[in-house]
């Protein structure tokens, strides 16, 4: 019976059946020690203190575990709480004190787990949804992107015949000019192809034809030559190339116009000045007023702007009292109405715009009618270059066509501007290839080009 009784006390693991050396009697000293730290709810030292008994006992026991699994249960440390546990139960404890309070918590721990892997699954299970959701819109996105892409290829394809179309027209509006044979009809061609494949030998013949005279510098100042002697002299401390038979001049921050014979036919008496494109120039005065001005040195309208900008392609900008950019026609007639706040000059017919939205300017394109051709989504936009226009968005360049389309995506670093050649210099990933107008990459091999894939 008394064996009996102490195999069952050493079952039971308690302290009194360790006390056979010093080290047992040492940690069953400092069980009552732990108790007392786990009753002040100092957990952590609890364990530390559990920590020194196993350690004088070269092992854990029930009783070590049964405290142990409390104090991390009480301060949420739930990973340690389920080893100490198991580890209890593992000791097979049956006749502990704490077995029933053991298999409360152990219950407890077991809920708290399973509610953890649940929750786990459940967020493994809406990442995989969200990341299916993800790809399939990346992968729409993509799809809609090479559609249009794809679209914009064929409509500048069937472009091509519009262009053949207009490339007759200016070389028999040339050739007429060339039978006119008059400097009106030749500067009239050249108004109504401004960005045509004549007018840089229209230009030529202009200028063999009817030579303007030459801008001179001498001893500091401008003055103009004709057949090696001046017929302006040499006055002004700024000057032009002449254009529509006049040259903007100025001296002490004042602009005027001379013409071909010397004459200053405007008085310099403008703070800015354009030269004259379309038979108009854009000025200045000295009240701040900004217009536009004929030959005769007479207003164009009536309207004044806070700013206004030189003619190209027939157009010129102007900015209301709104600070909001617009465009006339040599008439002084407003073609764009005034609702930009930044703008280039147009360029192919074509001029780049931005607009101030949530305090940053982006940039589209609009048409010679004021027609938009695209959303305003970029950081930068260049003017275009036979059709093809530089974009930028999100630090990255792309190329888009004519009608507002994209020809690539904006994945590149770096575009430079189109050569004479057809092809621009493209960087990407530390890489540089070369880029034509529709797109294709290309690599310079001896002097050839040959096409690549990134």
Known sequence: MKRALYLLLASSLSFSAFAQNNND?????????AMDLYNAKDYKATINKLNEIDKLLGKSNARTNYLRTKAAYAQNDYNMAQNSCKAYFESMPK???GYSEMSVIKESLMAYFQAQQKKRQEDAAAWEAQEADRKAREAAEEASRQAQMKAAAERRSAYQSELEAKDKREAEAYANAQ?????AAYQEFIYDYPYGKKVADAKREMNKKWPAPVRTLKNGKYGYTANGKFVVKPKYEYATDFSDG????????????VNESGEEVIPMTYTQASSFNYGVAAV????????????SGARLQDASYLDTKSFKEGLAACQDENYLYGFVNPKGQLVVQHKYNTVGWFNE????????????TLYGYIDSKGNQLCDFIYEEAKDFQGGVARVKT????????IFGSPITCCDYDYISEFKADGYALAKRSNLEVYIDKEGQLWAKVSGKYVAVKF
Do not use: M, S
């Open 349 to 360: 017919g074509i001029c780049a715009v931005g607009k101030n939205i949530n305090g940053k």
């Open 179 to 183: 039978k006119t044979g008059t400097k």
């Open 246 to 257: 006049l040259a903007r001049v100025g001296k002490e921050g004042k602009y005027g116009f």
């Open 95 to 97: 006749h502990d004190k």
């Open 25 to 33: 009697a040492k940690a069953r000293d400092l069980y009552p020690k």
């Open 284 to 295: 200045k005065d000295q009240n701040g007023d900004a217009y536009f001005i004929l030959p």
């Open 394 to 401: 999100n630090g990255k360049y792309g190329l888009v066509d």
